[in-house]
């Protein structure tokens, strides 16, 4: 079975130029999250989909950050403009409907450097 | 507000046996989850406890106790792979959904 698939593995931009990463998460799971993981600390949840609906993105800043999960299959998160303060890996992770445990797959994610 | 505490470093030898804590203050609680990172990698589920007790998985063991808003982890027959990072994970809905990740505890594994 595939695993969470994120891609790119690494962007370098300069702040105020706009960026992409793309998940496609494992194949039948309904909930897929991103994650921002700053160094040192551990991943902070950004938006949450069940299928193509945003259940959770209470902590996504609107002003700059999107999200879309068009046809509830893989993923864009977009940051438009960057910051400097946006540096960190983002992680995407997905979950099939109503898990037995608490299992959540992450994908290997996208280490974003802004200049 | 929610928080969670873990000790930011533990260090101990190959074969030996460590316990991380992690205490933990949440609106809502359904259960603590643990996952390994290793440096670059990705977070793996290792083991999840949803009512009071001992959950074994092999060298792994995790611990929670409601009433005392505290779990652990404890990994027995340290191993060199071991090193890693370990988070846990408080599960703050009865969906996957709502997770909270404490900061993490690096483990350090030597000769």
């Known amino acids: 079975e595939a695993g969470v698939v994120q891609s790119p593995r690494y962007k370098i931009i300069e702040k105020k130029q706009p960026v992409a990463f793309w998940c496609n998460p494992i194949?039948?799971?309904?909930?897929l999250y991103w994650y921002r993981q700053n160094l040192g600390q551990g991943p902070e949840l950004l938006i949450r989909?069940?299928?193509?609906?945003?259940?959770?993105d209470s902590q996504l800043p609107k002003d700059r950050f999107s999200a879309e999960r068009l046809k509830g299959v893989d993923s864009t998160l977009k940051i438009q403009p960057a910051e400097l303060g946006d540096s960190a890996v983002y992680l995407c992770?997905?979950?099939?409907?109503?898990?037995?445990?608490?299992?959540?797959?992450f994908g290997p994610g996208t280490r974003l450097t802004v200049l | 507000g929610q928080s969670l505490e873990q000790p930011s470093e533990v260090t101990a030898v190959e074969g030996a046996i460590v316990q991380i804590n992690c205490t933990y203050q949440?609106?809502?609680?359904?259960?603590l989850s643990w996952y390994q990172q290793h440096d670059g990698g990705a977070p793996t589920f290792l083991s999840y406890?949803?009512?009071?007790g001992l959950e074994e998985t092999g060298r792994f063991s995790s611990f929670l106790s409601r009433s005392d808003s505290y779990g652990y982890l404890l990994l027995q027959e340290l191993q060199m792979k071991d090193s890693a990072s370990y988070f846990c994970?408080?599960?703050?809905?009865?969906?996957?959904?709502?997770?909270?990740f404490g900061d993490g505890t690096t483990l350090t594994v030597k000769p």
């Open positions: 992770a997905s979950s099939p409907r109503l898990p037995a445990l608490d299992t959540q797959y």
């Open positions: 194949s039948g799971h309904n909930t």
């Open positions: 989909y069940e299928n193509e609906e945003a259940v959770d």
């Open positions: 949440t609106s809502g609680f359904y259960g």
């Open positions: 406890n949803g009512l009071d």
């Open positions: 994970a408080v599960k703050r809905e009865t969906n996957a959904g709502k997770s909270t």
